[in-house]
């Protein structure tokens, strides 16, 4: 064999180990707005787990925080990001379909927040992420969010009054505060402690788990269970990123989202069962007695609202949702 054909041989050689499934990685980058020992970490890392396992490392999560949710969602849409592990609060800016869900005491409790959004309700609702550049993966969660505050106890709609209150860049939530006669203010989560430190804001509005997670007992003395709104999570990817998977590594991946889904709502059920004591423990008044009616009387106007705005049909068939 001649010199130039030997070479030729080592060329091809060198070439098909490269391209060798066994020896090509290919990186997924995961962000979300919370740090890695929260509800979004424990979903992201066992969703990684059962990924590179499945696929025999030939793919690797990386998983990355990033506070700006609307920049995480965004950087998915181009592509310069594979996929967003968040809340849907700034996701009904990107696909109208979603703020349905946001809608305040729209859910009873747990078991029927994430029945409803297992069933073909929530799955019709993520197969209207396509016609915008996005892919819904699955429906992860946040939690029932409740009120905090640094000026006074809130024990009912009055107390709200005046407040000024940090939301998500939600219209939804933001006109449920305006009806209760506080001053939503929409501001990215990364800018949240800083506004509660400087009195930019009075309080804000979070699951337990966030609260616990973020210490924001540290700029926040009273702590309300109101439980206004039932707060889904989402996992949201780039359709390119989805299309390039053979169809075994999509399964697969489906199938490691699903246990990422199961290890977040674990998470979420045991800091909910833990969260108010420790938040006892580090220094804040807790109101555990809530008049609901009472708050929901008051946002008769914004329910009203919702029903023009939003999807009727659906809000009714979320509400009288039943387990089979």
């Given at each position: ?86 809340s849907t ?99 990215a989560f ?92 580090r220094g ?41």
């Amino acid at each position: 064999m001649t010199l130039t054909r030997r070479a030729a041989f080592a060329a091809l050689a060198l070439a098909a180990a490269a391209a060798s499934p066994a020896r090509a990685q290919t990186t997924i980058t995961i962000q979300h707005p919370l740090p890695s020992a929260s509800h979004y970490g424990a979903g992201a890392a066992a969703l990684k787990e059962s990924f590179e396992q499945a696929t025999g490392g030939r793919y690797r999560i990386n998983i990355q925080r990033n506070d700006n949710e609307r920049e995480i969602i965004e950087s998915v849409q181009i592509g310069t990001v594979e996929c967003y592990l968040g809340s849907t609060g700034p996701v009904g800016n990107f696909v109208p379909a979603v703020r349905v869900v946001d809608v305040p005491f729209l859910f009873r409790d747990y078991a029927h927040a994430r029945g409803v959004l297992d069933s073909e309700i929530g799955q019709s609702i993520l197969q209207q992420f396509n016609a915008r550049g996005l892919v819904g993966v699955i429906w992860m969660e946040n939690g029932f969010r409740h009120l905090t505050n640094s000026r006074h106890a809130v024990n009912n709609p009055a107390d709200v009054r005046g407040l000024k209150v940090r939301t998500m860049e939600n219209p939804v939530h933001m006109r449920a505060f305006s009806t209760l006669g506080a001053l939503p203010t929409p501001m990215a989560f990364s800018e949240l402690v800083p506004a509660l430190q400087q009195g930019t804001v009075d309080g804000q509005e979070n699951p337990i788990p966030v609260i616990v997670a973020n210490n924001l007992n540290q700029v926040q003395r009273f702590l309300t269970l109101t439980a206004h709104v039932y707060s889904p999570g989402l996992l949201i990817c780039n359709p390119a990123m989805m299309q390039q998977m053979s169809a075994a590594d999509r399964t697969a991946f489906l199938a490691a989202a699903r246990a990422g889904q199961q290890a977040n709502r674990d998470r979420v059920s045991a800091d909910e069962a833990s969260g108010v004591a420790a938040l006892r423990q580090r220094g804040m008044e807790v109101v555990t007695q809530v008049d609901t009616a009472a708050f929901q009387a008051a946002l008769a106007p914004a329910f009203a609202q919702y029903e023009r705005e939003l999807d009727a049909a659906t809000l009714r068939r979320i509400r009288a949702w039943q387990p089979n």
